[in-house]
């Protein structure tokens, strides 16, 4: 019996862990983590991309690299010939702006995307998968504080029928 081989697509993101409290200056600029900047160490050159997130009230940050993958899948799998899959693309990068890090380690937050997430002072930046959030660090606690409720549950949900062990 012969097996039919597939190979995967090897994704190239970085990936990034941990969360981490910053405190946003007057002009809306904050310090990357030491932990975060070497996980994206070899990105810090290319840059980052910001955006809206789409489904709560914080922001997307991407090293260059794993925005520019993550696109690449989305838009491979959409026909831009349709409306729908047009207005998907263009509400996903709704507020996108290619930010850099300055000579010494901060990051300046566009205003408008400030506003949007609620950035006044402290900061949650936490990793998610290949991107980092930016949170306002009293909505954070209050979504993690929600979600930290059902999470038993969820996890029965999404997970039950998954053996990890085979």
């Not at 609620?118 to 909505?139: F, H, L, P, R, Y």
Request: charged share 30%.
């Amino acid at each position: 019996m012969r097996c039919k081989f597939e190979p995967k697509l090897i994704s190239q993101m970085i990936p990034i862990r941990g969360v981490h409290i910053c405190r946003v200056d007057s002009k809306g600029r904050f310090m990357l983590p030491v932990a975060l900047k070497n996980q994206v160490n070899a990105s810090l050159s290319e840059g980052f991309m910001v955006k809206r997130s789409i489904s709560t009230t914080c922001l997307e940050l991407y090293p260059k690299s794993n925005w520019d993958e993550l696109i690449g899948k989305i838009t491979s799998k959409l026909n831009m010939f349709k409306k729908e899959d047009r207005d998907f693309v263009r509400a996903y990068g709704d507020g996108l702006v290619a930010l850099d890090i300055d000579s010494t380690g901060r990051i300046l937050i566009p205003r408008d995307l400030a506003v949007f997430a609620g950035i006044t002072g402290d900061i949650v930046v936490a990793a998610m998968m290949g991107s980092i959030e930016i949170w306002d660090k009293t909505k954070y606690d209050e979504i993690v504080g929600e979600t930290q409720k059902d999470m038993g549950a969820r996890a029965e949900k999404l997970l039950g029928n998954i053996n990890l062990y085979e």
